[in-house]
Nanobody
Framework: QVQLVESGGGEVQAGGSLRLSCAASGRTFSPYEMGWFRQAPGKEREFVTL????????RYADSVKGRFTISRDNAENAVYLQMNSLKSNDTAVYYCALRLTYVSGWSGWGQGTQVTVSS
């Protein structure tokens, strides 16, 4: 069973940057995609971005395009989220997850890491 552990959250002022990390451990790691999601207080969890593990292709939610960048390190079994120009509405708990195949749902949710953007 793959376990995902997020880190790198914290508090930052609006306009600042943070870099989140998600490390995978467990059995041989070769997912189809890795993704980042977030959940703000009182709201449902929402998609932020994903990356295809082999091809490196990416997709972003409109709300973060041009500000957030997802990347991966296949050798380290890790995925990263560089967040720039942070806004107060980026405040949320950020989670990483994986899809094992192109028909799988998202799974392996980590415990999340809190990102707080103060204005």
């Amino acid at each position: 069973q793959v376990q995902l552990v997020e880190s790198g959250g914290g508090e930052v002022q609006a306009g600042g940057s943070l870099r989140l990390s998600c490390a995978a451990s467990g059995r041989t790691f070769s997912p189809y995609e890795m993704g980042w999601f977030r959940q703000a207080p009182g709201k449902e969890r929402e998609f932020v971005t994903l990356i295809n593990w082999s091809a490196g292709s990416t997709r972003y939610a409109d709300s973060v395009k041009g500000r957030f960048t997802i990347s991966r390190d296949n050798a380290e079994n890790a995925v990263y989220l560089q967040m720039n120009s942070l806004k107060s509405n980026d405040t949320a708990v950020y989670y990483c997850a994986l899809r094992l195949t192109y028909v799988s749902g998202w799974s392996g949710w980590g415990q999340g890491t809190q990102v707080t953007v103060s204005s």
